[in-house]
């Protein structure tokens, strides 16, 4: 392979001599042998010598502007008249500003430094989305004393992607659950005779427990997902800030809307779940564990309350306000970049089911706790 | 370094987005090492000539040649051969916002050119310090502002030392002396390299410092009414383009 570099020393200075092709295919020669040289004694001047030098491109404007940082650090002279004189000027213009120093937080990456940075960032986004929710209020507030304002439209149209639009994988993922149950209970109750109350294991888990969350996990990946990404498009797209500054507020004009649709939504799509996943205990019932249609409608009619359907209900209102606002937190407080955008999204999500599964939880236990 | 040779051509290229027509029948072409402007009202189809020309939409009728080649009666590959021939500095910048500049600049040379990654990291520090961003090779788009964006995209644009480069609204956005720097860097990159470059601007000072030669894309009558140096089209014999180029003084 031809040589395409050779440092010399000639008194005081440190010739470099450069030769052959210097282009980005071939690769750049390292530095590092103009460091040795000038870390063994400190040369005054550098010079460049392209006497035998053939084609060039960046590469050789790339070296020579590592060798005069390299330079410029340890104080020595540059003369780079020898260079081309295209690569000159380029190599000028690099030199033209000076890099700019750039402090940057240097982070501690102890393991005890990070649980306190991430304890702290934790404290801090908790009180930023309780901020969050005290201005939801504040604008349902303002909204019933008729002094908020958004479009009709935008109302309308996040009824139909928090409803209608969701309605097709709600009713899927219901009836297979409900199947599932019905399956999973029948192992364990036929053995006693006790088969037929499969029919109320169905009804009472899909209308108080399942049916709600199953929909809330549903809506958090396709709704809650759909607002953080549509709201946190806009925040890049300077639309909010665009809103902001004619006066429209984001929480009023953007948030609102979305949660009252959902909080709207939920039940109905719930009660569809409940019917669709009872549908499914149907299913089974009849073609696997031989029970009659008439027999399974009976008892499922016997075991369900209308208790066990309202705080089904309930919690599908109270779910549906934690999937939009968790959906529209993270879209509205997305950073500025494309890539914000998918981390508010994948936030959105992650946290929207976390939300939705506490919040059965405590829900849970607190009807436990007060015998209901 | 201007030479008469033809490095571009526009042949008898009509635009369309579906049913619509942008521009019917534009012809001209661009000389090696020249810096070549297309300039006319908004929505009148500079960005979408330079679309044609850079191969994101394809004419209706009519082909862009490189050096004779036709680019759009060439197959999927030789597409993708000519296209490593010229670099794009998009309106917006579109630099990839999870790189760092660093790496938006290394990422084409390490897949385009098959350089090594330390090779690489090297350009790229030496094209972000041509548009004055030394010490911001780790910064990441969204840390930086909007002209200095712009300023990496065109290290971007710069990063496989292209023959021809496209630049869209340079300096749209940029003070007046980050303009006038990116001018200086656009006629270096010129002198130094022989690049040509093909700029859609209507920024009248950096037509008359850089324009070598013109098109004026009307979009009312779709058509190119007007053709030569920025500075003769001054005295052309439309009324538009004289507007145009004297900001409305006639």
């Not at chain 1, 984001?250 to 009872?278: I, K, N, Q």
């Amino acid at each position: 392979m031809e040589r395409l570099l050779d440092v010399t020393r000639d008194g005081p200075e440190l010739r470099l001599a450069l030769a052959g092709g210097w282009t980005l295919s071939r690769g750049l020669p390292s530095i590092d042998g103009v460091a040795r040289e000038i870390g063994s004694s400190l040369p005054r001047r550098l010079v460049f010598d392209a006497h035998e030098l053939a084609e060039w491109d960046s590469a050789l404007v790339a070296f020579a502007y590592s060798v005069a940082r390299l330079a410029a650090e340890r104080g020595i002279e540059m003369d780079v008249s020898g260079l081309p004189p295209g690569a000159r000027k380029l190599l000028d213009l690099a030199r033209a500003v000076p890099p700019r120093a750039v402090v940057r937080a240097v982070l501690d990456d102890a393991f005890t430094a990070r649980v306190g940075v991430e304890a702290l960032r934790a404290r801090d986004t908790a009180a930023d989305a309780l901020g969050f929710v005290g201005e939801t209020l504040q604008a349902f507030l303002n909204l019933l004393r008729g002094r908020a304002g958004f479009r009709a439209r935008d109302l309308l149209s996040a009824v139909e992607a928090s409803g209608v639009a969701a309605a097709a994988i709600v009713a899927l993922v219901s009836f297979l659950i409900g199947a599932v149950l019905a399956f999973v209970g029948a192992v364990e109750l036929q053995p006693f005779g006790a088969a037929i109350y499969v029919a109320s294991l169905v009804g009472i888990a899909m209308t108080r427990e399942l049916g709600p969350m199953m929909t809330g996990i549903v809506m958090t990946g396709r709704t809650g997902a759909s607002f953080a990404a549509v709201l946190g498009t806009m925040t890049v797209n300077e639309e909010v800030d665009a809103l902001v500054t004619m006066g429209l507020r984001p929480m009023e004009f953007l948030v609102l809307p979305r949660v009252l649709a959902t909080a709207l939504m939920l039940p109905a799509l719930v009660a569809y779940s409940d019917f669709m996943g009872m549908l499914g205990g149907l299913f089974v019932g009849v073609t696997m564990l031989h029970l009659g249609a008439a027999e399974y409608l009976s008892q499922t009619r016997e075991a369900l309350t209308l208790a066990h359907l309202w705080i089904g209900l309930g919690k599908s209102v109270a779910f549906g306000i934690v999937v939009a606002l968790t959906g529209c937190y993270y879209g509205i407080r997305c950073g500025r970049s494309a890539a914000a955008v998918g981390v508010a999204t994948t936030r959105a999500v992650v946290m929207g089911i976390v939300l939705v599964v506490v919040a059965d939880a405590v829900a849970t236990v607190f009807l436990y706790a007060v015998g209901i | 370094m201007t030479t008469s040779e033809a490095h571009v051509e526009v042949r008898d290229l009509t635009m369309a987005y579906g049913d619509t027509v942008i521009q019917k029948d534009v012809s001209f072409t661009v000389a090696r090492g020249e810096i070549f402007v297309i300039m006319g009202d908004s929505g009148g189809g500079k960005s979408t000539l330079m679309r044609h020309m850079i191969g994101l939409h394809p004419p209706a009728s009519g082909d862009v040649l490189y050096e004779g080649e036709a680019f759009w009666a060439a197959g999927d590959e030789e597409r993708e051969t000519l296209k490593q021939r010229f670099g794009v500095l998009y309106q917006g910048a579109a630099l990839w916002s999870s790189m760092t500049l660093a790496e938006n600049v290394a990422l084409p040379l390490v897949d385009k050119r098959g350089v090594s990654a330390a090779d690489a990291s090297e350009v790229a520090r030496l094209k972000l310090a041509l548009v004055g961003l030394a010490g911001f090779e780790e910064h990441h788009p969204s840390e930086i502002s909007g002209g200095m964006r712009k300023r990496a995209g065109l290290a971007r644009a710069m990063a496989l030392d292209p023959e021809v480069l496209y630049l869209d609204e340079p300096s749209a956005g940029l003070d007046p002396l980050s303009s006038r720097r990116l001018d200086d860097l656009i006629l270096e990159q010129r002198e130094s390299a022989g690049t040509t470059v093909v700029i859609v601007t209507h920024e009248l000072p950096s037509i008359f410092a850089l324009g070598d030669d013109a098109v004026f894309l009307d979009g009312e009558r779709k058509a190119m009414i007007a053709r030569g140096r920025p500075s003769e089209l001054r005295e052309h014999p439309d009324p538009k383009v004289r507007a145009f180029l004297s900001r409305g003084r006639l």
